[in-house]
Every structure is written in C-alpha cells, then in structure tokens.
C-alpha cells in the first residue's frame, strides 16, 4: 500500500527546509556521482537528500549501504517519524544527510507525458527493479531511433554514442546534448533541446511510457509514496481551474504529493502550487531537480534553503 506516512513526513521536512528531494547522478543523465551527491549534501549541510534518477535505481544501489537511510536511522534509534520530526526541530539531528531513496519515472497520464517521483524509505526500492529494467529497454529502443533521426539530419553522431555503461546505466537525451555540444553544433545544452531534442522539434523521438496508473500499482505494491514532480512544466499552471481539475483528477485514483517547490517554478507558480496543496490537505516536496553541470540554474539546495528561499528563488 501506498506510504502515506512517509509522504506526510516529507511535507514536514518541506516545511522546516535543510532539504532536497530531486537530485540525479551519472546513473541516469547527471554529470554527478551518487557519492559526490552525497558529499555536496553533506558539504550544504542538508538533514536530508534524496536521489531520483530516471528510471533506475543503480546509482541508489551503490550509496545504500554506505550511507544512513531513513528506515535504517529508525530502526538503529528504535523511534518513528513523530520522534525524527523533533529531533530536526530542535537541531538533534546526528546523522545527516540521511539519504531517501527514490525514482523518477515517465508516465502517460490523460494523453501527456509527466514524470512521478517515487520515495521510500529504504532497502523496499530494490523492488521496484524488474519494472524498471522494462523502462530501460524502451529508453533503448527511443535512443535507436533518436540516433537514426539526427543521422537523417547529417550529424554524425556516433552509433553507439548512447549505449549503457556501468558508469552510466542510463542515458538519452541530456548525453545526446552534450555530443552536439561538444561537437560545436549548439552552444549550450539549452539550445540542443531548443533546436533538436524537445518535443515537436527535428530529432524529438516519443518513447513509450506506462501509464500513471500502472506506476501508481507498482509504487503501492513496493510501499513507496508518489510525488507528481514539476507540475509547472505540463502548463497546468495556467490557470488556478486547471491545476485544480487535474491534481483532483490524480488524487482519485490514488494517494499522491506535489513537488511545489522547484528550481525553475516562478514564485508564482510555487505558491499556486503550494496554495492547492494546502486547500486539498496533500502532501508536498521541494527539488532542485539538480543534474550538476548538464543542467543550468539546478544548483542543489543547501541548508540556506528553506521555504521562504525557495520562494526567493525567482
């Protein structure tokens, strides 16, 4: 079933700042390790971090059990979430950051792609693997044809420029962006998604996605908590009506929380957002959505971030 304890528990931690719940490594398309991850949440003096990289949990496999976990800090101190909750209140806090695994995935939801974050508390993420091996081959078949797309537009890059490696189990196309980048056909990695790589434009190649509520099942199933990450991108934020009929629509058919709080969400949008959630008694994030140097003005939060940053951002 879903975790609704855990969503709570990350709207508290939303409100009292010190955190960053959206953050990808090498293991999907960050230019950051998940340890230097860790060691830039530990350098900003975060209680706590969450990694979430698309559509793969390799990069959480190899930090798990190096560093502490939500479920393993509860179960070591014998408390709950109520207890936790205090202790960072009061600035009790001896391990941080402690790290919530997570994911994010691409889903279908009412005919549009959106993106899910998915949160746990610990070890139960590994359950989520034969699920996600699914995604990766898909994400290979759209890379297939995102290589064939660009070689009909004479840019030669290479064929298996976007085959997996250990180091990075996942890619697509941010790596795609840093060839062209690094190719000198763009300037930056904005303009390759601006010209080639962003829906509706020359090279953007659809990838099959699974539908919301099929993701929803698999997060229940695995006891994790879903959280709709940057609503603002969908343009739901055009109108108060809109966000409305399709956060409402969402918690329908499940459970689910609101990232409110993002790098590139105006002020705006963040307190439409967050009014919302309030009004409709949901759980709600803040994330930097940071993928070190491959995403511009996604700095990972720091322990000078708190709500009212957030909202100071833009």
Same mark, same amino acid.
Request: hydrophobic share 35%.
């Given at each position: 079933?879903i975790? +609704?304890e855990?969503?709570l528990?990350?709207?508290?931690?939303t409100?009292?700042?010190?955190?960053?719940?959206?953050?990808?490594?090498?293991?999907?398309?960050?230019?950051t390790?998940?340890?230097?991850?860790?060691?830039?949440?530990?350098?900003n +003096?975060?209680?706590?971090i969450a990694?979430?990289?698309h559509d793969?949990?390799?990069?959480?496999?190899?930090?798990?059990?190096?560093?502490?976990?939500?479920?393993?800090?509860?179960?070591?101190?014998? @408390?709950?979430y109520?207890?936790l909750?205090?202790?960072?209140?009061?600035?009790?806090?001896p391990?941080n950051?402690?790290?919530?695994?997570g994911v994010?995935?691409?889903?279908?939801?009412?005919? +549009?792609?959106?993106?899910?974050?998915?949160?746990?508390?610990?070890? @139960?993420?590994k359950?989520l693997?034969?699920f996600?091996?699914?995604q990766?081959?898909?994400?290979?078949?759209?890379?297939?044809?995102?290589?064939?797309?660009?070689?009909?537009?004479?840019?030669?890059?290479?064929?298996?420029?976007?085959?997996p490696?250990?180091?990075?189990?996942?890619?697509?196309r941010?790596?795609?962006?840093?060839w062209?980048?690094?190719?000198?056909?763009?300037?930056?990695?904005?303009?390759?998604f601006?010209?080639?790589?962003?829906e509706?434009?020359?090279?953007?190649?659809?990838?099959e996605?699974?539908?919301?509520?099929?993701?929803?099942?698999?997060?229940?199933?695995?006891?994790?908590?879903?959280?709709?990450?940057?609503?603002?991108?969908?343009g739901?934020?055009?109108?108060?009506?809109?966000l409305a +009929?399709?956060?409402? @629509?969402?918690?329908?058919?499940?459970?689910?929380?609101?990232?409110?709080?993002?790098?590139?969400?105006?002020?705006?949008?963040?307190?439409?957002?967050?009014?919302?959630?309030q009004?409709?008694?949901?759980?709600?994030?803040?994330?930097?959505?940071?993928?070190?140097i491959?995403?511009?003005?996604?700095?990972?939060?720091?322990?000078?971030?708190?709500?009212?940053?957030?909202?100071?951002?833009?």
């Amino acid at each position: 079933m879903i975790h +609704q304890e855990l969503g709570l528990f990350l709207r508290d931690i939303t409100d009292l700042g010190k955190i960053d719940l959206h953050s990808h490594s090498t293991a999907s398309d960050s230019s950051t390790t998940p340890d230097e991850v860790m060691q830039l949440a530990t350098t900003n +003096q975060l209680n706590f971090i969450a990694l979430t990289d698309h559509d793969t949990i390799d990069g959480i496999t190899t930090i798990i059990d190096q560093y502490p976990t939500l479920e393993k800090f509860l179960q070591n101190s014998k @408390k709950d979430y109520s207890w936790l909750l205090e202790q960072i209140k009061l600035d009790l806090l001896p391990d941080n950051p402690l790290l919530i695994p997570g994911v994010e995935l691409s889903v279908i939801f009412e005919n +549009q792609e959106i993106h899910l974050l998915a949160y746990f508390s610990g070890q @139960k993420i590994k359950n989520l693997n034969p699920f996600l091996e699914e995604q990766r081959t898909l994400r290979y078949q759209r890379n297939s044809r995102l290589i064939e797309r660009l070689h009909q537009l004479n840019i030669p890059i290479p064929e298996d420029e976007l085959e997996p490696t250990s180091d990075q189990p996942v890619t697509g196309r941010v790596k795609t962006a840093r060839w062209l980048l690094e190719n000198e056909y763009v300037t930056s990695i904005n303009q390759a998604f601006k010209e080639y790589l962003a829906e509706g434009k020359p090279a953007y190649v659809p990838r099959e996605r699974v539908s919301l509520e099929s993701a929803l099942e698999i997060i229940a199933a695995t006891e994790g908590f879903p959280v709709i990450a940057h609503p603002h991108q969908y343009g739901w934020c055009e109108s108060k009506q809109l966000l409305a +009929q399709k956060i409402e @629509k969402l918690t329908s058919l499940s459970q689910i929380g609101i990232e409110v709080y993002h790098s590139d969400a105006t002020l705006i949008q963040q307190k439409t957002l967050l009014n919302l959630a309030q009004e409709l008694n949901l759980p709600y994030t803040a994330g930097s959505d940071f993928h070190g140097i491959n995403k511009e003005k996604h700095e990972l939060y720091s322990c000078h971030d708190n709500p009212d940053n957030f909202y100071g951002k833009k």
